[in-house]
């Protein structure tokens, strides 16, 4: 309750004075070689509001790979995101502020504002330090492991605030577009956290010395990411749990086309625990869709997958003929608020059972938006579901997708949604014969 109140006084009032639209930058208002720029108030509020008054600075996979293989440089890191991280932290924290009282009350939301205060507030020790300083690019790596660790348990842990919420007050269409609008941005940033936290600690923290396949890698990222093998491992291990569950599971049937180089196995600069978590994801769907559809028959259909790489798009199709969804249930599969499983444990949430929190599809489908993919569902009911996974073939556009806290998103928060002004249909047809002409 005290950190609610704590963050939630300034972004009552709305937007600072100087918050516009359109917002410089860090790495354009922050840069210089101290570390010092125009000081933020004292207290967690006023270091909140200063440091959400810049947008974020999204990077491309190109960015990223340039620099960890080529200008490999600890102190460029640190300097870059001793003031990168305060303003992705900021600006979702502004929004944390904005949620309903009652979700802000939940100990899984005061847990999870706990700990991006804590890591703030960490961050900032670094603010006016030098970057010559060897011991402080040490403790400064120190920082980022403790602060990735500490962040390990976000998203179930907001996930069990919302389930808090919802069992004690209910949800009503408004709250429920909120929480919506809210959680996509929220896990989209801890998504773009959490890779900087990554690239950072793996090229400089001393444990990127691995297998010959993970020292191909420049931090997370495979310059030449065999999609196929990916697929083949998230494939694999989603029939284990099948098999575990249903003592069967359906065969996999693959086709691969690589239009750009014709007869060269598809690779891209990827992350592949990104593209792993969304074939994993779709796999244990499609299995527990097929085996569910056809327990009586005893005979399962394969799932078929089709990779293509063309100039632009990888597209990654996953079919199966598990009964499909009907129409008006598809937006449900990517809602929060909206789950058919049984309530997990927060304490078993890192076990992969075949039904969790109901999480996996929105939090895939953010996977694959974060560096501008996308994630679609097509369903035929009765029949089955493709899904289809789009990544951007060209590291240079890679690009990640950011959200940024500005008037734009104050106003989701805090205007009224209107009714709809499109007419809704009535369960049954009205009886036209009550009706007397004029």
Not at 365 to 371: C, S, T, V
Not at 398 to 415: C, D, F, G, M, Q
Request: hydrophobic share 35%.
């Amino acid at each position: 309750m005290r950190l609610a109140r704590l963050l939630r006084g300034a972004a009552s009032a709305g937007p600072s004075p100087g918050l516009r639209d359109a917002r410089p930058s860090v790495s354009r208002s922050l840069t210089s070689d101290s570390g010092s720029g125009p000081a933020p108030e004292r207290g967690v509020p006023g270091q909140v509001d200063f440091y959400a008054r810049f947008s974020p600075s999204p990077l491309s996979m190109k960015q990223f790979l340039d620099f960890g293989s080529v200008n490999a440089c600890e102190k460029t890191s640190f300097m870059f995101l001793r003031q990168e991280l305060p303003v992705r932290l900021a600006n979702i924290m502004k929004e944390i502020s904005l949620l309903p009282d009652n979700l802000l009350r939940t100990p899984s939301v005061q847990l999870v504002q706990s700990w991006y205060i804590q890591s703030l507030q960490e961050l900032l020790d670094f603010k006016d330090k030098s970057a010559e300083d060897a011991k402080t690019i040490y403790d400064f790596t120190d920082t980022v492991i403790r602060i990735r660790n500490r962040h390990n348990d976000v998203i179930p842990t907001m996930a069990q605030g919302v389930i808090e919420y919802k069992e004690s007050f209910g949800v009503d269409p408004v709250t429920s577009q909120n929480v919506q609008y809210f959680l996509d941005r929220f896990y989209m940033s801890r998504i773009s956290i959490r890779m900087l936290l990554n690239q950072h600690s793996l090229l400089f923290g001393g444990k990127g010395k691995g297998s010959l396949s993970h020292r191909k890698h420049i931090g997370s990222i495979n310059p030449n990411c065999n999609v196929v093998e990916v697929i083949k491992d998230g494939y694999e291990n989603a029939r284990r749990l099948c098999d575990l569950y249903y003592i069967n599971s359906p065969e996999l049937e693959l086709e691969e086309l690589n239009a750009k180089s014709p007869g060269q196995p598809i690779q891209v600069v990827y992350v592949p625990s990104h593209l792993y978590h969304m074939v994993f994801e779709l796999f244990k769907n499609a299995m527990r869709a097929t085996m569910e559809h056809h327990a009586d028959k005893g005979v399962y259909p394969p799932i078929q997958v089709h990779v293509t790489l063309g100039n632009e798009d990888l597209t990654v199709k996953m079919s199966d003929r598990g009964g499909g969804v009907p129409l008006r249930k598809i937006d449900r599969l990517f809602n929060y608020m909206y789950s058919t499983a049984p309530r997990p444990r927060v304490e078993t949430s890192r076990a992969v059972p075949l039904a969790g929190f109901g999480y996996g599809l929105p939090i895939s489908r953010l996977y694959a938006q974060y560096f501008q993919g996308d994630l679609k569902l097509y369903s035929l009911e009765g029949y089955g579901t493709d899904a289809v996974i789009y990544i951007k073939a060209l590291s240079t556009e890679s690009i990640e997708r950011l959200p940024v806290y500005n008037k734009a998103a104050w106003k989701h928060y805090n205007t009224n949604h209107e009714a709809d002004d499109w007419c809704v249909p009535s369960r049954e047809p009205k009886d036209m014969t009550t009706f007397r002409s004029a």
